[in-house]
């Protein structure tokens, strides 16, 4: 089983539908976060948590809300979806002690708005 | 702030030829740095880091890098590439004091052909 889950992994939805993608992780981290990839862009950070009483806006936070629901759970909403909004979301997570700086990524959420 | 600059979208290459992927990195502070490889339908996995310490640095996979501190530049090499290579390879950067965001670079497509 992946440490790192993701749902759902592909999802097709309208202009003006609420959509949430949620992120689930067994290893223990307390620091979670939320990217868009986009082809020739990379990865954005959306939001990141470092537990569940501390959110912080990432570079491209617009459109976007998260909930910490408990230290394992990181949830991405869209609260109207757009077409601009179409592409490939990860959830991250990323260790505190004996931290490296490596993420340990899911994978993925495609989603595409019409 | 930091960021990244990978130099080839894309990299053909025949099997067992030899590859290198280009990444220069910008940063007003001493950074941590590292390679992540994503394969199709799959989350990005780390493939090496450099934290400190030797400036050349081995991965997974028959993978290296070289940190040029002079030159901001941190390329990805492999003496002989296989078929299995073929991914997406995504260069990243962290401040190594209070780095809370990972700031990843548009990524190089490597296509290894027979």
């Known amino acids: 089983d992946a440490d790192v889950t993701q749902t759902p992994r592909n999802r097709i939805t309208k202009t003006g539908k609420r959509i949430m993608l949620e992120c689930s992780q067994t290893?223990?981290?307390?620091?979670m976060y939320w990217y868009r990839q986009d082809p020739g862009l990379g990865l954005r950070l959306i939001y990141y948590?470092?537990?569940?009483?501390?959110?912080n806006k990432g570079e491209i936070s617009d459109g976007y809300s998260v909930s910490r629901q408990a230290q394992a759970k990181f949830s991405l909403s869209l609260e109207s979806a757009i077409p601009n909004q179409t592409a490939l979301y990860f959830c991250?997570?990323?260790?505190?002690?004996?931290?490296?700086?490596?993420?340990?990524f899911g994978e993925g959420s495609r989603l595409t708005v019409l | 702030a930091q960021s990244v600059t990978q130099l080839d979208s894309q990299v053909p290459v025949f099997e067992e030829a030899p590859v290198e992927l280009r990444c220069n990195y910008s940063?007003?502070?001493?950074?941590?740095l590292f390679w992540y490889v994503q394969y199709p339908n799959q989350g990005l996995q780390l493939l090496l880091k450099?934290?400190?310490?030797?400036?050349l640095v081995k991965g997974i996979n028959g993978f290296e890098a070289e940190f040029n501190k002079s030159q901001t530049s941190f390329h990805l090499r492999k003496p002989s590439v296989h078929i299995s290579d073929t991914a997406e390879y995504f260069c990243?950067?962290?401040?190594?004091?209070?780095?809370?965001?990972?700031?990843f670079g548009a990524g190089t497509r490597l296509f290894v052909k027979a």
């Open positions: 991250a997570t990323r260790r505190t002690r004996g931290d490296t700086g490596e993420l340990f």
């Open positions: 290893k223990g981290h307390d620091r």
């Open positions: 948590s470092f537990d569940v009483k501390d959110i």
């Open positions: 940063s007003s502070v001493s950074v941590y």
């Open positions: 450099y934290l400190s310490g030797s400036t």
């Open positions: 990243a950067v962290r401040a190594n004091t209070g780095g809370f965001k990972t700031i």
